[in-house]
């Protein structure tokens, strides 16, 4: 079975710009979870999607939101870039069954703003 | 909130060493515990994982227990590698009915020496 995708690997950005991250999960996988990693802060949760709906939200600004697909993909978007959020962002996908909670993560992108 | 603590690094052994890299955690409920591991410009590795109380996890010869009675899961190896060179994560996961997350200690870096 395929992993976790994610694209792009790497992106170059300047303030103010948007992104926007795409996240491909395991198949059969029907939750899909983003985090932030930094040198400063570790890893941060931002949000968690399960069929299409965001059942969680981490603690950051507005300017940070996420979608997903019915096929489970899932985009976030992060508009008015500022250069602290220079960060690897991961992407995680569930099954979401009661009993397995383990999640999956991919290889991330890494978001270099100017 | 829930939270977890892990010993600072780096740490810094010889190959044949014994490891231990101390893990506490803080939760309101019954999380599942989980070790991850991100090697160099890559993403997290599932470990191993504990979903409840003197449950034992273990992979590639590392192994944690999960004491609810300390709270901790302390990550231990009999006999490190220099491929086991790498951050480890500690990790718990509270799934509630609506939605689940990780939340992750800020990292140990381990290197070993040939």
């Known amino acids: 079975k395929a992993g976790v995708t994610q694209t792009p690997r790497y992106l170059i950005k300047t303030r103010g710009q948007q992104v926007t991250l795409s996240c491909s999960p395991i198949?059969?996988?029907?939750?899909v979870s983003w985090y932030q990693q930094t040198p400063g802060q570790g890893l941060q949760f931002l949000f968690e999607?399960?069929?299409?709906?965001?059942?969680n939200k981490g603690n950051f600004p507005g300017r940070f939101s996420g979608r997903q697909f019915s096929n489970s993909r899932s985009e976030m978007n992060v508009s008015t870039l500022e250069l602290g959020d220079s960060a690897l962002y991961l992407c995680?996908?569930?099954?979401?069954?009661?009993?397995?909670?383990?999640?999956?993560f991919g290889p991330g992108t890494r978001l270099t703003v100017l | 909130g829930d939270s977890v603590t892990q010993m600072e690094g780096p740490v810094t052994l010889s190959e044949e060493a014994f490891l231990t890299i101390n893990c506490t955690y803080t939760?309101?409920?019954?999380?599942?515990l989980f070790w991850y591991v991100q090697y160099p410009g890559e993403g997290l590795q599932l470990l191993l994982k504990?979903?409840?109380?003197?449950d034992k996890g273990s992979n590639k010869g590392f192994e944690a227990t999960y004491r609810k009675e300390t709270t901790s899961f302390h990550l231990e190896k009999g006999s490190v590698q220099v491929s086991d060179s790498a951050v480890y994560f500690c990790?718990?996961?509270?799934?509630?009915?609506?939605?689940?997350?990780?939340?992750f200690g800020s990292g140990t870096r381990l290197s070993i020496r040939p």
């Open positions: 995680a996908s569930s099954l979401r069954d009661s009993s397995t909670d383990t999640q999956y």
């Open positions: 198949s059969g996988h029907r939750s």
């Open positions: 999607y399960f069929s299409e709906t965001q059942r």
């Open positions: 939760a309101t409920g019954y999380p599942s």
């Open positions: 504990a979903t409840k109380a003197d």
């Open positions: 990790a718990l996961s509270d799934l509630d009915s609506s939605a689940s997350k990780i939340i």
